[in-house]
Structure formats: structure tokens, C-alpha cells
């Protein structure tokens, strides 16, 4: 199967229905484990990105946070969010379809504080000086919330099982 087109695809009839235009497919072992289109015009919610819905679905499938052994196969280059959540779950490989500069004459989606063409340098910001109007709160008890985590983790830090960098 050619899962670049089946992104595509998935892609393009979400757009036919009314949502916007991006999708994911994720394989593992060259089988489709999950595959979604960006529902965010559909459902109202800015946290339906087409990579973030795969995700999940892919995650409940194959009872883990981890998607090691997985190929994720998006149309375009990833927003910051769903790098993040790329990232967070450890792919072996993620393949895009096209960037910004390409398809960025026919489609563009920036919103008050989220500018594509700026938000990378945005991101990289101390939290301080971001346009995103940001307020640091200190709470001892926020820090203790972890405390507790690790004294229940057997005194590790690290979420058991998960991926590290080699």
C-alpha cells in the first residue's frame, strides 16, 4: 500500500466534507495501525490536529504511550503541537508530504498569537518575553505534587518504559 496516498486521500476527503486540509496515517510493520483527518473545522476543538488524533488512536490501539516501530506519515510539516507530540511518542520515522513554503499560496492558518512564520522563534522565547501573555505562579505544593510521583515511582524519575535517547 502506498501510505503517502492513502494520506493524501484521507486529506483531500476531509476537505470535500467540509474540514481542513491535513492528514495522518501511522504504520507499524506495514500495516495501518491508525489514521485520521484534522477535525478541528468538525468538532470545535483546536487540539483536533489530524497527528494528535492518530496519536491517540494509535496509543489506545497498541496499549502504549511509545510508537517506536512506527512510520507516521503526515501531508504537511508538522505544527509546533503536533511536533511536540511527535516527539513525546518516540516514531521511528516521521515522512511529510509538503511544507509550509508549498502550500502556503493556497492555505494559511495563523490565529492572534500562533504565526507559523514566526512561532518556532516564539516558542524558543523565554516565557517572559512571549507574546502569549504568560504569568509564573510559585507553589511549593506544585513541586510536591512531583515529589510524590517520584516517591511512588520507587524513587526514579523517569516514567518507566519510556524511549531515551541513545
Request: glycine share 8%; with cysteine.
Given at each position: 500500500?502506498?501510505?503517502?496516498?492513502?494520506?493524501?486521500?484521507?486529506?483531500?476527503?476531509?476537505?470535500?466534507?467540509?474540514?481542513?486540509?491535513?492528514?495522518?496515517v501511522i504504520v507499524r510493520d506495514g500495516e495501518i495501525v491508525a489514521e485520521s483527518p484534522n477535525k478541528v473545522a468538525q468538532?470545535?476543538?483546536?487540539?483536533?490536529?489530524?497527528?494528535?488524533l492518530a496519536i491517540r488512536d494509535a496509543c489506545t490501539r497498541?496499549?502504549?504511550?511509545?510508537?517506536?516501530?512506527?512510520?507516521?506519515?503526515?501531508?504537511?510539516?508538522?505544527?509546533?503541537?503536533?511536533?511536540?507530540?511527535?516527539?513525546?511518542?518516540?516514531?521511528?520515522?516521521?515522512?511529510?508530504?509538503?511544507?509550509?513554503?508549498?502550500?502556503?499560496?493556497?492555505?494559511?492558518?495563523?490565529?492572534?498569537?500562533?504565526?507559523?512564520?514566526?512561532?518556532?522563534?516564539?516558542?524558543?522565547?523565554?516565557?517572559?518575553?512571549?507574546?502569549?501573555?504568560?504569568?509564573?505562579?510559585?507553589?511549593?505544593?506544585?513541586?510536591?505534587?512531583?515529589?510524590?510521583?517520584?516517591?511512588?515511582?520507587?524513587?526514579?524519575?523517569?516514567?518507566?518504559?519510556?524511549?531515551?535517547?541513545?
Amino acid at each position: 500500500m502506498d501510505f503517502a496516498q492513502r494520506t493524501i486521500d484521507i486529506a483531500r476527503a476531509n476537505v470535500a466534507e467540509g474540514g481542513r486540509p491535513f492528514a495522518t496515517v501511522i504504520v507499524r510493520d506495514g500495516e495501518i495501525v491508525a489514521e485520521s483527518p484534522n477535525k478541528v473545522a468538525q468538532t470545535g476543538d483546536p487540539t483536533a490536529h489530524a497527528e494528535i488524533l492518530a496519536i491517540r488512536d494509535a496509543c489506545t490501539r497498541l496499549g502504549t504511550e511509545h510508537l517506536t516501530g512506527c512510520t507516521i506519515y503526515v501531508l504537511a510539516h508538522p505544527c509546533p503541537m503536533c511536533l511536540g507530540s511527535l516527539y513525546y511518542c518516540s516514531p521511528d520515522e516521521v515522512v511529510f508530504l509538503t511544507r509550509r513554503e508549498d502550500y502556503e499560496p493556497h492555505y494559511v492558518d495563523d490565529r492572534k498569537y500562533f504565526e507559523l512564520g514566526t512561532f518556532y522563534a516564539e516558542f524558543g522565547k523565554d516565557w517572559a518575553d512571549r507574546r502569549l501573555p504568560m504569568r509564573y505562579e510559585p507553589r511549593e505544593a506544585a513541586v510536591g505534587v512531583y515529589r510524590t510521583w517520584q516517591d511512588g515511582n520507587g524513587g526514579d524519575r523517569r516514567v518507566p518504559g519510556a524511549p531515551t535517547a541513545a
